[in-house]
């Protein structure tokens, strides 16, 4: 009959996590002599149900204790073929030459292993290699995580730097444009005053120049305004005086003419009466 003691860990979910080929001692254990002659299932789930708290077989652990029990009713296949051709034997006792070896395989110590001990150990090997590839593969991918939150953490710390360089140099620029435009502001006003002052008394300067530059031509042209009303008025009294004058000279004249003719027409008249009286 072949056997072989399996244990499995218990979580807290009551699910298998581990396993082991032997009978590992501890609460969280339990062992079970696996029998190859024996139905698989009814020997996992009487198994399963045995204690007070039942649990459950994870399937990847119930396929590997699956296989260990293929190995165990391989053999006992393989040594009821034997026993039965030992009995249908009739050369006589079987000699050690004559008897195949018990062994499928050797284990990397070099030793013998049977075919249940073969499945076991390949199973193992395998079980342990997948562990070891899923322990650097989740090392890698740990490293891998690691090495990219570190590159975001200096991105970030970076970007922050910047971030803060940026608002430096935007605070600066502003202050620098704040005391610039205050200082222009200034100088224009000063400067506006100035000009508004020169303004002012250039424009009194040039009233007050005008005004007296005006004055004197005022002054000017009311003397010669005078000099021209006396010299028309002289002139004008002179020329009446001759007007005058010559108005007597021509009255005088005409009445001397009128005269004359007056006693012309007398004398005319007189002389016409004695002619033709």
Do not use: H
Request: hydrophobic letters at 30%; charged letters at 25%.
């Amino acid at each position: 009959m072949s056997t072989q003691n399996i244990s499995v860990n218990i979580g807290g979910n009551r699910k298998t996590k581990d396993w082991k080929d032997y009978c590992q001692d501890g609460d969280d254990w339990k062992c079970l002599s696996l029998d190859g002659n024996k139905d698989f299932s009814d020997q996992i789930d009487a198994f399963e149900e045995k204690y007070k708290n039942p649990f459950t077989i994870t399937p990847s652990i119930k396929g590997n204790l699956k296989d260990i029990w293929k190995g165990l009713k391989d053999d006992d296949t393989k040594k009821k073929k034997k026993n039965n051709n030992n009995n249908n034997n009739n050369n006589g006792s079987i000699t050690k030459k004559d008897q195949p070896s018990p062994y499928v395989g050797t284990n990397a110590a070099g030793q013998g292993l049977t075919q249940a001990e073969w499945d076991l150990y390949a199973n193992t090997t395998l079980a342990s290699l997948q562990g070891q590839i899923g322990q650097q593969l989740q090392d890698s991918v740990n490293a891998t995580s690691l090495g990219i939150q570190n590159l975001q953490n200096e991105a970030s710390a970076y970007g922050w730097d910047t971030q803060q360089a940026m608002n430096t140099y935007s605070e600066d620029a502003a202050s620098w444009r704040t005391d610039i435009s205050t200082q222009r502001e200034k100088d224009w006003r000063m400067y506006d005053s100035a000009m508004g002052y020169k303004a002012t008394t250039d424009s009194a300067k040039i009233q007050g120049e005008y005004s007296l530059g005006l004055g004197k031509i005022m002054q000017a042209g009311n003397a010669e305004v005078a000099k021209i009303n006396g010299e028309y008025s002289t002139a004008n009294t002179r020329l009446a005086g001759e007007y005058n004058v010559a108005g007597e000279k021509i009255r005088g004249a005409a009445a001397r003419d009128v005269a004359q003719r007056n006693k012309e027409a007398t004398m005319f008249g007189s002389f016409l009466g004695g002619f033709w009286s």
